[in-house]
């Protein structure tokens, strides 16, 4: 009952709000502010001109000032094309924008209130529906095409000498594990995870997890194709590889792939910026707990020859996680037994 007495007063309140409303117009009618109210709709119209011309003259501003600041010129060979269909909706998104911010603030210029004038109802008009229906679905259908087109590209088989990666994220770092000699990463079961020493479940079993290594920070090689094989063992997280200008997500139980191409090293890159402190990130872009502001890992690109230096000095996870099981006792029985030699 109380429901219904509630809802009859809220009907009542509406109900008297609108009458005062009415009451205060008629009011305003007979007092002569007929006059007064056109003449605030004049001055309305006028700024609306004044805030159209300073609005566009402060977006082109913004533009020349910001120009080259927003972003750094892509540092991989697919992110160009990344960056010129961006730039090409911003074109075209750009002029709908200024043609329709023109109309809309001459529109409320020229269409203000006046002595004599009333409004025209136009309830249908079939031609200009069609036009402002093909138009934006032609160009929404052609930018469309341009982003599947590269998503396709990224997302398919990379070259056959391309070097792999695998990224796989978890609360809060990512773990990154490359193929030995063989060039081929070993199978890998969930049920085998163990963060003292197999971080992502790799079967020992398999003879291909055997030169697989583990790293803290990304190393590439420029002008190589590398194929990241992308993956997560809690929750969803996102590879953000943003000079690169490319992201996919990390799901778990679900592996994906993207491939890339880095064309500037990390030290030409920094020539370019006039920073020698930058380096490439890689970086979660999606939310995915407490720790997400952690989760970013350095990315290295360098020539051939330095990068297989550095893989030349790392240490197999199958023998950094057996390594507890070989030698140490019977290093430590002969200590003891020349110990006792020596005591003798």
């Given at each position: 009952m109380s429901g219904y007495l509630a809802v009859l007063v809220?009907?009542?309140?509406?109900?008297?709000?609108?009458?005062?409303?009415?009451?205060?117009?008629?009011?305003?009618?007979?007092?002569?502010?007929?006059?007064?109210r056109q003449q605030s709709n004049k001055v309305n119209g006028f700024l609306m001109i004044v805030f159209l011309v300073v609005g566009l003259?402060?977006?082109?501003?913004?533009?020349?000032?910001?120009?080259?600041?927003?972003?750094?010129?892509?540092?991989?060979?697919?992110?160009?094309?990344?960056?010129?269909?961006?730039?090409?909706?911003?074109?075209?998104?750009?002029i709908v924008f200024v043609i329709t911010q023109i109309l809309l603030f001459w529109f409320a210029f020229k269409f203000q209130e006046k002595e004599g004038q009333k409004a025209f109802y136009f309830p249908h008009n079939n031609k200009l529906e069609l036009i402002w229906t093909v138009i934006p679905a032609i160009a929404l259908t052609?930018?469309?095409?341009?982003?599947?087109?590269?998503?396709?590209?990224?997302?398919?088989?990379?070259?056959?000498?391309?070097?792999?990666?695998?990224?796989?994220?978890?609360?809060?770092?990512?773990?990154?594990?490359?193929?030995?000699?063989?060039?081929?990463?070993?199978?890998?079961?969930?049920?085998?995870?163990?963060?003292a020493n197999n971080p992502v479940g790799q079967d020992?079993?398999?003879?291909?997890?055997?030169?697989?290594?583990?790293?803290?920070?990304?190393?590439?090689?420029v002008n190589k194709p590398v194929k990241f094989i992308i993956g997560s063992r809690d929750v969803i997280h996102d590879v953000g590889l943003s000079a690169f200008r490319m992201k996919m997500d990390a799901v778990p139980g679900i592996p994906t792939t993207l491939w890339v191409t880095p064309k500037y090293t990390t030290k030409e890159m920094r020539e370019k910026m006039d920073n020698p402190d930058y380096v490439y990130e890689l970086s979660c872009d999606q939310m995915c707990g407490k720790g997400h502001y952690s989760m970013k890992a350095n990315i290295v690109v360098e020539t051939q020859e330095e990068f297989d230096a550095w893989a030349a000095k790392q240490k197999a996870q199958y023998d950094l996680a057996h390594e507890s099981a070989t030698p140490a006792p019977a290093a430590a029985a002969a200590d003891s037994t020349q110990k006792a030699v020596a005591k003798n």
């Open positions: 809220v009907v009542l309140i509406f109900v008297v709000i609108f009458q005062i409303a009415k009451a205060s117009e008629y009011v305003s009618i007979l007092k002569g502010e007929k006059k007064s003259i402060g977006v082109y501003y913004c533009n020349e000032l910001l120009k080259g600041k927003i972003g750094v010129e892509s540092a991989s060979v697919q992110g160009e094309g990344i960056d010129n269909m961006i730039k090409w909706t911003l074109v075209i998104t750009g052609i930018l469309v095409a341009i982003g599947l087109r590269h998503w396709f590209r990224l997302t398919s088989d990379a070259p056959k000498d391309a070097m792999v990666v695998e990224v796989t994220g978890k609360q809060f770092n990512w773990l990154v594990r490359y193929p030995g000699k063989d060039g081929q990463l070993g199978r890998k079961f969930f049920k085998n995870i163990n963060d020992w079993d398999d003879q291909l997890n055997k030169d697989d290594y583990m790293a803290t920070e990304i190393h590439l090689v």
